[in-house]
């Protein structure tokens, strides 16, 4: 019976690295586990030729990490009567160790690929302990030691800091670019309106007007309020089309990559695939003056969503100046991690909330290490941005609310209905942004994005201005739906029939004037507008996000619902219900429904429960409203998955056929391996590699006829036990540098991958490559249950695994398959599964 040992060890190390549970000593290797066996594994009667042929392997080609002496190897030997030194199996090499003769681009990975996160977590234990071990050198060694293990802590805060200050420049230009449509500082046109008034000697204010401040029409000398209303008008659509325009045109010559939130794409590089270029530096200069753009534009997105990817791309970049991650896929990732917790904290002022964001909604890979980097990371990006005080509020945000009403349990049912409706918008706005994006791609409009940025952006301002509710900032709009009605507020929305003269008045609710009811009307407008404009906006090729538009959605809702259930309890005041509420006046706090609403449909959108109530309580200061806001999110979150399985971040990626294997998601079927593995039964044969058999030209013409990311190295063509595993990259980078630097070698020399060359070999030069040969792939049987390869693929972050009987190599399953088998299992297309 063959060995299965290899397989099943190999997968309890790689959970440990995981994990982080897996203690090493630098010298010894893992504590009470034994080294890896092979992946074929034969038995006697298969012959004791296969077994020789691995343990034969000396210090510089094992790929085992594993420094511990193999039980396995040991019976062999007696199997064999094969006296060996004792000391080859004393100490193995490691992958690091193979890669140093080799040229560089070995063990990196192709655009559009996905990374081995077995390989890469092996690879840096293996240069922890190559530290560690160094130490003992001297001075030098020890201070390049204490370097490496603070490197971590030194890059995300200087992520943290560099976020801080960029984030603190997006919010002032975007307050600025949003002012200017309206009209400019005379005295000093750098600063906003308010920024403007402020300066002001005059203490005379009109709304938020003062004498510094001239409107486009004043600057035309109309004075007509018909005139003066045209002029505001035509001028707030030029600057909205030209902001649009030059936003749109800034990403098609500069960084094609920079449009939309790009928290899809984050997610999927978080889980392991390779997007080259970004979150390089183009598109990082390029998404933060666009979004600046964008928004100031007036469309109906928000700048916050984008942060995630402009701090990934500064964490990008800081990751190259530290070798540790710059050579680590999976080490960069753990940087990432940090960075999007950094962007929300710096788009919400929230770091708690950013930390469990990024734990939540977009990290794959999250260990308590990466948690508390993440933590340091937000923090420290969020008091920079806090020192710079952008808003001028000594708040990182807009709508910090100033108020502490309580909240009543006759409320909760408000509050339920709130979540509902969240949920309920969300999903409706996922279905029809959905399948707006799909007739983007499919039809001639994707051919043509910049004049549909520019349609869009004339739609918007055409419709907006008449309306003050979505004339105004999003952000601006939120701020006064959550506050609370003062002495010193004369907007319709606080319209209420009040004794302005008592100061007593405004501590209990009153009934609606005439300027809360033609704002509910405008209210109701502006919800229906931006609900459905937000559909067709939302995935043009502009930079901008999601978070604020969905957010200023629900905080309408919540605003009206909260405004009917004021006066009902008014109206209702001595019924048992609500006695209760009204001792000494009644109480009903309408900013408390918008900001329940606002969390709500946000969660309906994008399905985040925990993070999102406390995004929300740090972004308000509302803790005392904690439960209302729980509540109302998972009322949400129930609501939208009995409705839309997915959230608009995962449709998007869907969408766009990345390979993303949510670990959210179960699988429940009875398929096996068999079902999934390729070739199948109309397929060619599979395309393998003899490991000492095969000429180089023959091996370059595999490569040029196939398209396969890697293939399995076998003994032999009749036989078909395996031996390995090598990546396509690795051996066209190998070939190549064989060809260049290895003297005699030529299209009819023998491509070694076994241990040995015989002696007595004639022809020409010999190419070996064994130390590109992975020695422990992981492999699976073809009776293995689905179930259980889906959750190898999720937690051991494989690329593919190979399916073996007795040690034969039967196939091969990829990512991919598993993808495009979750697919078909849901009736849906498996072609939308594009890349491997």
């Known amino acids: 019976m063959p060995v299965r040992g290899g397989k099943t060890r190999n997968r309890w ?97 192709d655009d559009f690929h996905t990374i081995d996160w077995l390989r890469d977590v092996a690879r840096d234990r293996t240069r922890h302990r190559q530290v560690v071990k160094k130490k003992q050198n001297g001075c030098l060694e020890y201070i390049k030691g204490a370097h490496d293990a603070w490197s971590g802590w030194m890059c995300v805060l200087l992520v943290g800091i560099i976020a801080g200050c960029l984030a603190g420049v997006i919010d002032i ?149 530290f070798p540790k991650y710059s050579k680590n896929e999976a080490k960069k990732r753990e940087v990432l991690s940090a960075a999007s917790a950094a962007g929300v904290s710096v788009a919400f002022g929230a770091p708690i909330g950013g930390v469990l964001f990024s734990l939540e909604e977009v990290s794959y890979y999250f260990p308590l290490k990466t948690l508390w980097r993440s933590f340091f990371c937000a923090l420290a990006a969020a008091f920079v941005l806090r020192s710079i005080n952008p808003f001028g509020t000594d708040h990182l945000v807009m709508f910090y609310i100033e108020y502490n009403e309580p909240w009543y349990l006759q409320e909760l049912v408000p509050f339920v209905l709130i979540g509902a409706l969240g949920g309920l918008l969300g999903s409706l706005f996922i279905k029809f942004n959905i399948k707006w994006c799909r007739y983007r791609k499919t039809s001639a409009l994707g051919k043509y994005p910049i004049i549909e940025v520019l349609v869009i952006t004339f739609v918007t301002t055409l419709l907006s201005f008449p309306n003050p509710y979505t004339r105004m900032n999003s952000s601006e709009l939120i701020r006064q739906l959550v506050s609370r009605c003062g002495p010193e507020d004369n907007s319709d929305l606080c319209g209420y029939q009040r004794n302005f003269t008592d100061p007593q008045a405004y501590m209990s609710s009153a009934y609606v004037g005439e300027g809360v009811r033609r704002a509910l009307w405008q209210l109701f407008l502006a919800l229906v507008f931006k609900a459905v404009i937000t559909v067709f906006t939302f ?109 608009i971040y995962d449709a998007h990626i869907r969408l766009n056929g990345y390979p993303f294997l949510d670990n959210k998601e179960e699988f429940t079927h009875t398929t096996i391996a068999a079902d999934v593995m390729r070739p199948r039964r109309n397929d060619p044969p599979l395309s393998v590699i003899t490991q000492d058999t095969m000429t180089l030209e023959q091996i ?9 990311n890697g293939f399995p190295v076998v003994v032999s063509m009749d036989s078909q036990y395996l031996v390995g595993f090598v990546t396509r990259r690795d051996l066209k980078l190998a070939i190549a540098n064989g060809r260049k630097n290895v003297e005699g070698v030529v299209s009819d020399s023998i491509v070694y991958f076994a241990n040995q060359i015989p002696s007595n070999m004639v022809g020409p030069a010999p190419l070996k490559l064994r130390k590109i040969l992975d020695l422990a792939p992981v492999t699976i049987t073809d009776q293995t249950p689905m179930e259980t390869v889906v959750e190898m693929f999720r937690k051991l972050g494989l690329r593919q695994t190979l399916v073996t009987v007795n040690g034969r190599l039967l196939g091969v399953i990829t990512k991919k398959d598993v993808l495009r088998h979750i697919v078909q299992l849901q009736n849906q297309d498996p072609d939308s599964i594009l890349f491997n």
């Open 539 to 647: 995935g043009m090729k502009v930079p901008a996000g999601l978070f604020i538009p969905s957010m200023a959605v629900g905080a309408i809702m919540g605003r009206m619902i909260g405004i009917g259930m004021e006066q009902l309890v008014l109206a209702n005041k001595d019924s048992a219900i609500f006695k209760n509420m009204c001792q000494g006046g009644c109480m009903v706090t309408p900013g408390l429904y918008a900001m329940v609403g606002a969390a709500a449909t946000l969660g309906g959108v994008t399905r985040m429960t925990v993070s999102l109530v406390v995004i929300m309580f740090e972004l308000t200061g509302g803790l005392q409203y904690i439960v209302p806001l729980m509540l109302a999110v998972m009322a949400s979150k129930w609501v939208g998955d009995a409705l839309c399985k997915q959230g």
């Open 700 to 708: 370059e013409m595999l490569l040029k006829d196939t398209e396969h």
């Open 13 to 109: 190390e790689l959970e440990s690295l995981l994990s982080g549970e897996y203690s090493m000593d630098p010298e010894e290797g893992p504590r009470g586990q034994e080294a890896a066996s092979t992946s074929y594994g034969a038995s006697p009667r298969n012959g004791p030729k296969l077994r020789l042929g691995r343990r034969f392997s000396s210090d510089e080609e094992l790929l085992d990490t594993i420094t511990s002496k193999d039980p396995v190897l040991e019976r062999a030997e007696q199997f064999t009567n094969v006296n060996m030194a004792s000391e080859r199996f004393q100490s193995s090499s490691t992958i690091m160790d193979t890669l140093e003769d080799l040229p560089p681009g070995i063990g990196q990975y």
């Open 173 to 321: 230009g975007a307050s600025w670019l949003s002012d200017i449509k309206e009209g400019i500082c005379m005295d000093a046109f750098w600063l906003n309106r308010e920024q403007c008034c402020w300066s002001s000697n005059d203490t005379h204010l009109s709304g938020d007007h003062c004498k510094q401040w001239y409107s486009w029409a004043d600057m035309m000398g109309v004075k007509s309020n018909g005139g003066d209303y045209i002029v505001k008008y035509i001028f707030y659509m030029l600057w909205g089309c030209a902001f649009a325009l030059t936003a749109a045109m800034f990403v098609r010559v500069f960084a094609p990559y920079a449009c939309g939130s790009g928290v899809p794409e984050i997610k999927t590089i978080l889980s392991g695939f390779i997007i080259r270029g970004y979150l390089g530096k183009w598109t990082l200069l390029t998404k933060s003056v666009g979004m600046m753009l964008s928004t100031a534009a007036g469309l109906s997105l928000g700048k916050e969503g984008p942060y995630v990817h402009v701090v990934c791309c500064i964490g990008n970049i800081i990751s190259y100046f």
